[in-house]
Each structure stands twice: as C-alpha cells, then as structure tokens.
C-alpha cells in the first residue's frame, strides 16, 4: 500500500489517497470542510492509478507520500530525547498523518537551530503540543560560520 496525503494551501482540507500494491487507486478520505462542488471536483480529479498520482499537478495543493512509518516508536526513536513519553504518545495520537509527516521532518532542522541558539531541547510532548515544526524561526536559512 501506498498513501499520499494533498493538502489545500488555501484551506488546509486533505485527501488522503491510498493506492493497493498492484497501483490501483484503493482509499480515499477527506478531512475539512467541503463545499458540494469542491466535494464534486475532488472525486473528479482523483487518480485512479498510482503512476497517474505520481504525475499528478494541482495548482495551490501540496502532494507528499506518506512514509511507510508514521509511529509513535518512529517519532520518539528519531527524537533522542526520552522523557515524558506516555504524555507524547498521547499528544502524538491526536496528530494528523500529515502533522506526523511534518513533526518527523522537522526534527533535524529544530536540531541545527538548538545547536545556534544554545538552547535546551524541548521534552518531546512540549515539541509536539507547540507544533515546533511549524515555528518561523526553523524555516529561516541558517547561518554558517566560517
């Protein structure tokens, strides 16, 4: 099974795609606020083959694969901060596959902006429940000294 997850830039609504093995089009979920005629037009461009999906161009959406391995275990192995962890899990839980996505990835960048700042890291519930991923600071280019 592949999934994808396509997120509005302008309304943050998500479809999440699901493709069987064999790359025919397998689930599909909507998560937001749809008007009927969005509703309409999302059916109608949804691919019904993971080769389609993968060449797939929308204005104002973003298309990420979903890794195999979006897990709490993942998470918190990646992480390397082990405290607190039945509170993180549980915060971790209420996460949505594309905020998972996103926690994951911008990990390594809120690693190199501590290493800047001097700065303790954040217990791992703390770095989930204020969305650290998402701070302005880390999508800034970080400096290099030379």
């Known amino acids: 099974m592949t999934r994808y997850i396509l997120t509005s830039v ?3 609504n ?3 795609v699901t493709y069987d093995d ?3 089009l397998w689930a599909v979920g909507l998560s ?3 008007t009927d005629d969005e509703h309409v037009r999302t059916w109608g461009i949804m691919p019904l083959s993971i080769g389609a999906m993968r060449q797939l161009v929308i204005k104002g959406v973003t298309i990420r694969e979903v890794p195999a391995d979006l897990t709490f275990e993942t998470f918190y192995g990646k992480y390397a901060y082990k405290v607190d962890r039945a509170a993180a899990e549980a915060a971790w839980g209420k996460l949505k596959d594309s905020d998972r996505m996103a926690a ?3 990990i390594a960048k809120y690693e190199r902006w501590l290493g800047q700042k ?10 989930i429940s204020k969305r ?3 701070w ?3 999508k800034k280019p970080i400096a290099v000294s030379r």
């Open 136 to 138: 302005e600071e880390l």
């Open 10 to 12: 302008r309304t943050g």
């Open 132 to 134: 650290v991923w998402e």
């Open 104 to 106: 994951l990835e911008g």
């Open 118 to 127: 001097g700065t303790a890291k954040l217990y791992p519930v703390r770095y």
């Open 32 to 34: 937001g606020t749809y």
């Open 22 to 24: 064999a790359g025919r």
């Open 14 to 16: 998500e479809i999440d």
